[in-house]
Structure formats: structure tokens, C-alpha cells
């Protein structure tokens, strides 16, 4: 009997043990907990609710963390009693002493068993990003039983997992509808009695959510769009416009697609929000799709048929590549290989755009334009085709013959005694980069970085080129030059020449009637300028010679006799030297025949950061002295990054007009 007893006694105690375990539970919220990202060395502290949810009275033992010890936990003070219902509230402390990632794993041991939580967070440099959630749609209208797909994006952490809750339930039920992890929100069979909210909450950091308004209907509304035109053929970089009109509703708004990409591609063409669409320059297939989709039902969609076909050689337009061929047509799509070959096909008017990309071998260009059709040889963007001669000897890196023609962005170097070498009229030579030419010959041919050498040409324009590294630096060669004009007319403005055997910038043979003005010479071998006339044509005098706003700094070699602006040879009575400055040269002085000066500066200019090698910052200080110092006789309107001259009462002297706006290049003065 007693043993009976004893037998019948555990069978209840295990039963009642049984029971309590099965009645009683702990649990830990937040749960993971997310700090996100935090300043290293700085705290953050999140509040730790630990809640009995069980039937019947547990005990807290104990708290402990595993981890990264950046995790602090505060406020446990030893074991606790939680009747049912009940929480017990900790502090965790997080603070990063690198700019890594932690983790852990906090853990709660009580009568009922052990609770575990995760924890996480990112040191962070210098000041945090703070997370934020987007949800779009924002307000959405959705009949019963159907779906709605909302997305939501997270800023201010590379995690962009959110948890989504429809009317306050992750993941909703049957009464408000249901939302899955993708953002899928399907309305419920009956109409809620007010519009759902439908919130997404970061996983980075749960304090951050948003949300959106969705409003379910039971009523059915047909809605229809149509799009207008329905069909259009065009050529690459052509436009259309559509449009579309919706019925059924009061919501109007539509989203336009190309083949099935909202707002287009590159590869298809974009089209904008109000529907105008712009066809790829060089379609990968022949036809597209346009697509007007209501903004109201998605399932309402309107089609258009656009046919495409590639950009073609226009009157205007014709293009160069490195990948093109000769035998192509020059279009944007189709180009030549070669500037030459260009210049054999195109007549006054036209543009040659030349892509980035090295071409090697001479170039000879002959087509002509004309006052009112000019022909444009351009660098689509500024240096980055690249002209490359390795020729040596009696030889230039570009020849041009063409009359009425623009060189506008090139960077030209190559192994002969001339990088651009023109012998036509009424050309003009734009914001070239001509370098390391380096005319070895030092014979009577001479050489130079540009060149305008026919004598019989006329109104040749050297404008906001950089010439540089011209003849060979160990030789005192007096016949290389790094701008050299030798015909009649002409404008020399806003050029930077340096490392330069002889002169910066020489005129000679049949130079006369030319402006030279807002130049920078510096750290040439013989001298700043030469201004004169002499041998062939003969009978030529240097007559009518403006020299306006230049600065010459650093010229004049130890092998250089030459005061840094002379006049040579031949000269007339109508030169003018106005306002340039003359500094830190080897004979800093003029030395004119016949010409006259007035107001030149012998002081620094104080440039923002003076460098002979062409690495420095070329502006103007402040403080200045160059600054509303020159003259408007011969000073051109613009500065060497195309900003406006003059901004004060005078021009400045020099290159840049100070705190002048740069303007976009290509400029075509």
C-alpha cells in the first residue's frame, strides 16, 4: 500500500510538472534587435522587453550574451519573478569600436527555459545615415479578392529587407487582407469598414517604417485606355509624342512602357512621364512596343507599333570612329574610320563628330566650306580623339588645306617637325591640346606646335589652345616656335604655350593685321613673342599688330640673349602693345623698332598656383594685379574656359577673367 502510494504521487507530480511547463512561456521583444548603423565609439540603446507570456508565475534566472562584446546589456539586477503577463524591461547597449559588423545573440534562462535573441549592428564612419522606408504606391484603390503590388525601398542601410503588416498583423489575415514578404497585397473577400494601412517596417532598423492607404472596393469599375497614334516610323534620335485617354475613372494617370520597360532604355528608347518617346540612335531591332498602362487598374493597357530604323548620314552630321570603316555611309551608327576620308566626301556645312579614341598616321584635309557653311572637324569630347603622327622628319601631324573650316578639341602629338599645320583661309583652331612635337631636323624648315604657314592665306584664328613640349628641350633651336603665323589677318586669343625651343608665339614672312591678345607664354627657350616679317614673300611688312592683355612669365632659357617681346625684321608704324604683363623673365623688357606700348606691368600676377611644368591653377588670386587691368582694344569676349569678358570695368590680363562662369564645351567662337 505505501509503495502504491508513492507510485500514484509521481504520476501527479510529473503530470502537474507536465502542465506548468506546457502553461508557462518567455519571450523577447524586439526580436532580432537592430541597430543599424552607429557612429563608432558612440552609443545607442534600445529598451528589451521580457514578457511572461504563459498561464502561470516564471522566474528569471538569468541574463547573459554571447558575441561581440560591443553589446552591453543594463538593468538586470538578479532573479525575477513575473506573474502572468508581466514584463521585466532591459536596456542593450550598443557601441561599435571599429567600423565592422556585429553580432550576438542575447539569452534569458527562467523556470520555463531559455529565450534567445539575436542582435546586430554596424560601426559606421563619421556621421550616420538614417534609415528611412518609401512605400509606393502610397494610396492605392483595389477591389475584393484582387491584388495590388506595393514595393517599399529602404535608405540609409544595405539591408533592404522589410517585414510587411496589413492593419497591424504581419502579413495579414482574412479580415483586412494579406500582404506577402514581396509586398503582394490581396484584398479580402468582403470590404473592410476603412481603408487598410499597410505598413513596412525595416529589418535594419524597426523603429523605421512606412506605409500605404489601400482602399477596397466591391463595386466593379471598367476602365478602358486608347493611345494615340497607334502606329509611327522613325530614324534613331527622332521623336513622337503619344497620348493616351482613360475612361471609367477619375484617375486619368497612366504609366508609359517600351516593350515592357516603365519609362524605356537605352537599348529600346526612353520615353518620358508625358509620353514622349525618343528612338534609340542605333536600334537593336527593328520595331518597338509602346505601352500606355492605367495607373488606376494596370490590367487596362493601350498598345502602339513603333518601327525604327537606324540614324543615317545627314547633310549636316557625319561621324568618325575608331570602330567605324570607310566603307560605311558616316551615319552615327554606321561612321568612318578616318577624319581623311571625311574630308573626301563632305561638302560646306557639314559636321564631322570624331569619337574618343587614338588614330594614328598623318591626316591631310582638303574640303572647303564656305562664309555661311562652314565645315566643323570636332572631338566629341574635349582630348578624347587622339591624333598620333610617327612620321618623322620634314612632316606634320594634321595638314589642312580646306578654307572655311574649324579644328575644334583634338589632342595632337606625333613624331615630325608640325603637329597642325594650316595652309588655308578663314580657318579657325579651337581648344586643340598640340604637344610633344619634337622636330628633331632644326633645319630651314623649321617647325611648330600649330602652324598657320601659307603666306598667300588670309584670317587664320588661334583660339584657347594649349601648345606645349615643342623641339627637343636639350637643343637651342631658334627655328622651332610653339605658335607660328605667317599670313595676313588673324586672331592669336586665350592660348596657354610653354616648353617651347624658341619663341611662344612668332609672326613672320606675311604676318600683318593680326590681333594677339589674353595669351599665357611662359617657360619658352628663346622668349615670350616675336613680332615681325622677313624672308619669303618679301616685301611684306609686320604692320597693324595688336598685343593686348598678355602675360609672359618665366621665358628665356640660359642660352638666350632676347628681351621676352621684341620686334624683328620687318616692322610698320601702326603696332600696339597694350596692357601686358611681363614677369620673372630672363630680360624682362620690350624691345619694339617701330611699334609703341603703353601701361605694361613688371609685377607677379599672383596666380593661384604658378607652375612651370603646365600642372598649376593658371586663375587669378584675389588679390591680382592683372585683375580689370587690360584693355578692351583686341581683348576677346570670352576667356579660356568660354566665360564671359569682361565681368568688371576692363578685361583682365591673362587667360581667365576673373570669377568668370566656364561655359560647355564644344565652343566655336
Known amino acids: 500500500m505505501f509503495r ?9 507530480f510529473f503530470c502537474m510538472s507536465a502542465s506548468l511547463a506546457a502553461s508557462a512561456g518567455v519571450t523577447i521583444t524586439p526580436s532580432p534587435v537592430a541597430f543599424g548603423d552607429q557612429t563608432v565609439n558612440q552609443s545607442a540603446t534600445k529598451s528589451i522587453n521580457v514578457t511572461n507570456t504563459g498561464a502561470s508565475t516564471v522566474q528569471l534566472q538569468s541574463a547573459s550574451m554571447s558575441g561581440a562584446s560591443a553589446f552591453k546589456l543594463t538593468g538586470w539586477n538578479g532573479t525575477v519573478s513575473l506573474a502572468p503577463g508581466a514584463t521585466k524591461t532591459l536596456a542593450l547597449v550598443f557601441t561599435p569600436p571599429q567600423p565592422w559588423s556585429y553580432s550576438g545573440s542575447l539569452s534569458i534562462g527562467s523556470s520555463a527555459g531559455t529565450s534567445t535573441a539575436s542582435m546586430s549592428g554596424h560601426g559606421a564612419t563619421g556621421s550616420t545615415t538614417s534609415v528611412a522606408v518609401t512605400v509606393v504606391p502610397a494610396l492605392a484603390v483595389v477591389q475584393t479578392s484582387t491584388t495590388v503590388q506595393l514595393s517599399a525601398s529602404v535608405t540609409g542601410s ?5 517585414t510587411w503588416y496589413a492593419g497591424g498583423v504581419m502579413g495579414g489575415n482574412s479580415t483586412v487582407g494579406t500582404i506577402s514578404a514581396s509586398g503582394l497585397y490581396k484584398a479580402p473577400a468582403s470590404v473592410p469598414s476603412a481603408p487598410v494601412t499597410v505598413k513596412a517596417i525595416s529589418a535594419a532598423d524597426s523603429t523605421k517604417s512606412a506605409s500605404a492607404s489601400v482602399t477596397v472596393t466591391n463595386t466593379p469599375t471598367a476602365v478602358s485606355i486608347s493611345i494615340t497614334p497607334t502606329s509611327k516610323s522613325l530614324t534613331g534620335l527622332q521623336t513622337a509624342q503619344f497620348s493616351a485617354t482613360v475612361q471609367g475613372t477619375s484617375n486619368t494617370g497612366v504609366a508609359w512602357y517600351v516593350n515592357g520597360v516603365q519609362g524605356g532604355s537605352s537599348t529600346y528608347g526612353p520615353i518620358s512621364s508625358s509620353g514622349l518617346y525618343t528612338a534609340p540612335a542605333c536600334p537593336s531591332s527593328s520595331s518597338v512596343t509602346v505601352t500606355a498602362k492605367s495607373v488606376y487598374d494596370s490590367s487596362a493597357t493601350a498598345n502602339a507599333a513603333v518601327s525604327l530604323t537606324a540614324a543615317g548620314a545627314t547633310a549636316n552630321d557625319y561621324y568618325v570612329a575608331t570602330s567605324g570603316s570607310d566603307s560605311n555611309n558616316g ?13 573626301s566626301v563632305i561638302g560646306p556645312g557639314a559636321t564631322v563628330h570624331v569619337s574618343p579614341g587614338t588614330y594614328t598616321g598623318q591626316i591631310t584635309t582638303k574640303a572647303s566650306g564656305t562664309s555661311t557653311a562652314r565645315i566643323t572637324y570636332v572631338s566629341d569630347s574635349e582630348w578624347g580623339a587622339k591624333i598620333k603622327s610617327t612620321q618623322t622628319g620634314d612632316a606634320s601631324t594634321w595638314q589642312n588645306y580646306g578654307n572655311y573650316v574649324d579644328i ?23 581648344a586643340n591640346h598640340v604637344h610633344n612635337i619634337p622636330a628633331a631636323l632644326c633645319d630651314s624648315q623649321g617647325g611648330a ?17 594649349v601648345v606645349h613640349d615643342i623641339g627637343d628641350p636639350n637643343r637651342n633651336c631658334v627655328v622651332v616656335q610653339g605658335i607660328y603665323h605667317a599670313v ?9 604655350v610653354y616648353r617651347v625651343n624658341s619663341w611662344g608665339i612668332q609672326l613672320w614672312h606675311a604676318a600683318r593685321n593680326v590681333t594677339i591678345s589674353n595669351n599665357l607664354v611662359y617657360s619658352n627657350g628663346q622668349g615670350g613673342m616675336n613680332i615681325g616679317a622677313g624672308d619669303s614673300p618679301g616685301g611684306v611688312t609686320a604692320d597693324n599688330i595688336i598685343v593686348s592683355n598678355n602675360m609672359l612669365l618665366n621665358n628665356g632659357y640660359s642660352w638666350s640673349t632676347s628681351p621676352v617681346l621684341r620686334e624683328w625684321g620687318t616692322t610698320g608704324p601702326n603696332n600696339r602693345y597694350y596692357n601686358n604683363l611681363l614677369f620673372g623673365n630672363k630680360k624682362n623688357q620690350m624691345s619694339l623698332k617701330t611699334g609703341s606700348q603703353s601701361n605694361t606691368m613688371y609685377s607677379d600676377p599672383l596666380l593661384v598656383n604658378f607652375k612651370t611644368d ?26 579660356w574656359n568660354g566665360g564671359v569678358r569682361p565681368l568688371g570695368g576692363a578685361p583682365d590680363i591673362g587667360i581667365y577673367e576673373y570669377q568668370s562662369t566656364p561655359t560647355s564645351y564644344p565652343w566655336n567662337f
Request: glycine share 12%; proline share 4%.
Open 4 to 12: 502504491k502510494s508513492i507510485y500514484f504521487a509521481l504520476i501527479i
Open 158 to 162: 544595405t539591408n533592404q529587407a522589410v
Open 331 to 343: 551615319s552615327v551608327c554606321h561612321p568612318w574610320a578616318t577624319i581623311a576620308h571625311a574630308s
Open 408 to 430: 575644334i578639341g583634338f589632342d595632337i602629338t606625333g613624331a615630325g617637325n608640325v603637329g597642325l599645320f594650316n595652309k588655308a583661309s578663314h580657318t579657325k583652331m579651337i
Open 449 to 465: 606646335g600649330i602652324d598657320n604657314g601659307n603666306y598667300s592665306a588670309t584670317d587664320a584664328d588661334i583660339i584657347n589652345n
Open 488 to 496: 595676313n589677318g588673324g586672331h592669336i586669343y586665350n592660348n596657354i
Open 614 to 639: 603646365g600642372t598649376g591653377d593658371y586663375h587669378l588670386t584675389p588679390g591680382s594685379p592683372a585683375i580689370n587691368r587690360g584693355t578692351n582694344t583686341g581683348a576677346p569676349l570670352f576667356d
